[in-house]
């Protein structure tokens, strides 16, 4: 038995096809996505610089009660709320010559009806286009308060140049998380499902009607149960320690929000491990299709649910929550990537204990069923 | 040692075996010839418990063979038509993974990988992988990881497919040599030239049914065919060939191309006979064979096709 898993432990992690799909491409993913998506929630940000012009030949009592005085009021509450822009006064010409000396981001020009001058395109001018958009919106509101209860102006005006909630994002469960979290959750999922490749490595070596190979080592005298096992255990063991070698990989190295304990952790990688190799082992063992094809629907499957799971797009998983929750409910890929939400984000310990219910349920139908297969130890053909 | 009776085995509206009987006595190198598809690989996944049947027995040392008959199959070793190794291992560590299925005793296993090494020949390439192994080295590797348990009878289906000349040559003595050590060989090919030259008894095969079994002296005397004499660049006319037709143990004829192919009955002077029919009309010819029969035409006698069709 020792011989047996010493050599199908050396056959696999030799195989450099096999290593690199299950075992190496989850990590070079992870890398990419922490230097894509993972930097967008820890990126630096600066306050908008803008300048604001007032019409000229208005006297002070005019501006008092113009439209004028209702948008300085404003853009003075969104200062004085949140780091989001700074304002300076100025003459049009000055403001014109710190936009292009790149001073300001871009010039408001005050008035009845507000306009915005910007010199390009991005972040900090579409924040300036924010903020006149979502002031335009409101001013009908604005000049209501003013003219029936001009005592509430002030008031209403805060309320509407609140932007403190666009800073700073707080999970349900009190623990922060930088938004970009989901993805790594679904890729854990994914790294899971990608155990596939390994089960059906395995599978081809195990029926005799898939290869030489597998008839030479069937032809032997060795009981069919202990085969089965051999190469159920090593290729569960190997892509289970590669995924406590990610999620370590992805806390300690990269740095990644994960706040749960591992004993929470593991249990839903394990039977994600299981999940992804018997997957591989049952695809491979059922049905007369070519290799390609099985690999085929491997990689599909994977895919599909990974996606799902909201490995692409995390709203994805938030519609399917949203309007078709049962397949997110049969879907691993999502409730290992749930799993993780609960451990570390929601602190939501009854979801989780439901995620990993259905796991493992899921866990023992594909093993009886792979098991039910692979079995057999006579063929109708080879 | 092997006991076949009746076996049938259908693929559908496919029948690969037809009622196939076998019978091999132990410490002999027996044959099992005929063209690709006749069934001879179908009745050897059926002797290793592999293939289910529909029909049948097989006894293999007195024992039913079934797949959890462990004391039956710890006897046999099995070469496969097509190379079964581990691509990533070695050529030491894929004999001793193999071996390892058989013998559990790790220092007994360690004398027969390098008994197995030094029959085969791969002594300087113990630590190269099957990628870096020529054909014939593959084949010789395939072998190694068949025998190295030293079986009490070994089945090698055609193992010297795509070997060159050499290897083959290697290949046939270690299988003589195999058997001389004590070992029962069952031996498939469609090589009737390799079937003649190592076996001591040979079955025909043809759509799934034994068609005749003996040695190979035996199965040239169930044919009529003694000898056949082939005269090339010759010129004849059908009143020539009807001439040649009517000459003693004459009993076919074939003509074209300018080549003539005459079958006799096994007798005396047969060549001398045509040759003097041919000078005496004057009719000059080019190069002349004369053959004992093969195989191929026991086969060809038997079921009217070459065995190679």
């Known amino acids: 038995m020792w011989d047996m898993i010493r050599y199908s432990f050396l056959t696999k992690i030799r195989n450099r096809d096999l290593i690199f799909w299950p075992l190496v491409f989850p990590f070079v993913l992870t890398t990419a996505m922490y230097f894509s998506i993972g930097q967008v929630g820890e990126a630096d940000f600066e306050t908008v610089e803008a300048a604001i012009v007032t019409e000229e030949g208005q006297n002070e009592g005019d501006i008092q009660n113009s439209g004028e005085e209702m948008f300085s009021q404003f853009l003075e509450g969104v200062e004085e709320d949140s780091d989001l822009i700074r304002t300076m006064e100025m003459t049009e010409a000055d403001a014109v010559k710190a936009l292009e000396n790149g001073e300001v981001d871009g010039i408001f020009y005050s008035g009845e009806d507000p306009s915005l001058t910007v010199s390009g395109s991005g972040f900090p001018q579409s924040i300036l286009q924010m903020i006149l958009e979502n002031y335009t919106e409101g001013k009908q509101t604005l000049e209501d308060v003013a003219r029936l209860h001009p005592e509430g102006m002030e008031a209403a005006v805060e309320a509407m140049s609140d932007y403190g909630d666009a800073v700073e994002q707080v999970s349900l469960g009190g623990r922060t998380t930088d938004g970009t979290a989901q993805f790594f959750y679904a890729l854990l999922g994914m790294a899971c499902l990608y155990g596939c490749f390994i089960g059906y490595n395995s599978a081809m070596e195990l029926q005799a009607n898939l290869t030489p190979l597998a008839a030479r080592r069937c032809a032997g005298p060795v009981n069919r149960l202990s085969l089965v096992l051999t190469e159920t255990l090593v290729s569960f063991g190997l892509h289970f320690v590669n995924m406590v070698l990610l999620l370590a990989y992805m806390k300690y190295i990269l740095k990644l929000e994960f706040t749960g304990s591992y004993a929470e952790m593991l249990p839903a990688l394990f039977l994600g491990s299981m999940i992804g190799v018997t997957m591989g082992m049952f695809v491979t063992s059922v049905g007369k299709a070519g290799e390609g094809v099985k690999i085929g629907i491997m990689v599909g499957v994977s895919m599909a649910l990974s996606f799902l799971a909201g490995l692409m797009n995390a709203d994805i998983k938030n519609v399917v929550d949203k309007n078709a929750s049962l397949i997110n409910r049969i879907n691993p890929a999502a409730l290992i990537s749930d799993a993780m939400y609960c451990i570390n984000v929601y602190d939501a310990p009854e979801r989780y204990a439901q995620d990993m219910l259905i796991l493992a349920v899921m866990s023992v139908i594909l093993i009886a069923g792979t098991f039910l297969i692979i079995r057999r130890e006579r063929y109708v053909s080879i | ?309």
């Open chain 2, 1 to 309: 040692m092997i006991k076949i009776e009746n076996l049938v085995k259908r693929y559908g509206d496919n029948v690969a075996l037809d009622h196939f009987n076998l019978n091999v006595e132990e410490g002999e190198i027996f044959g099992l010839l005929g063209p690709n598809g006749s069934g001879k690989t179908t009745a050897i996944n059926c002797m290793l418990a592999l293939l289910k049947f529909d029909r049948g027995s097989i006894k293999i040392m007195g024992e039913e063979m079934a797949p959890d008959n462990y004391k039956v199959k710890e006897q046999i070793g099995i070469v496969m038509q097509d190379v079964a190794v581990f691509e990533e291992l070695n050529v030491q560590e894929n004999i001793d993974y193999f071996c390892s299925l058989y013998v559990k005793d790790r220092k007994k296993r360690r004398e027969l990988v390098e008994d197995a090494i030094r029959f085969v020949g791969l002594e300087e390439y113990r630590k190269s992988y099957p990628k870096k192994l020529s054909g014939g080295l593959l084949r010789r590797l395939n072998i190694a990881c068949g025998i190295a348990h030293r079986p009490k009878l070994i089945i090698l289906d055609e193992p010297t497919v795509a070997v060159d000349p050499q290897s083959r040559n290697k290949i046939l003595e270690g299988i003589c040599e195999l058997n001389r050590q004590g070992s029962t060989i069952i031996y498939t090919s469609h090589y009737m030239e390799e079937v003649e030259q190592i076996c001591t008894r040979i079955a025909i095969m043809d759509h799934g049914r034994s068609i005749a079994v003996g040695t190979k002296e035996e199965l040239k005397g169930m044919i009529k065919t003694g000898e056949t004499v082939t005269i090339e660049a010759v010129i004849l006319s059908e009143g020539d060939l009807s001439e040649i037709r009517t000459l003693p143990h004459v009993f076919d004829v074939q003509y074209s191309d300018q080549k003539l192919v005459v079958r006799c009955t096994g007798a005396k002077h047969n060549l001398i006979h045509i040759l003097n029919c041919l000078q005496e009309k004057e009719i000059p010819f080019g190069r002349v064979f004369s053959e004992l029969p093969t195989l191929n035409d026991v086969f060809l006698e038997i079921t009217g096709k070459q065995l190679r069709d």
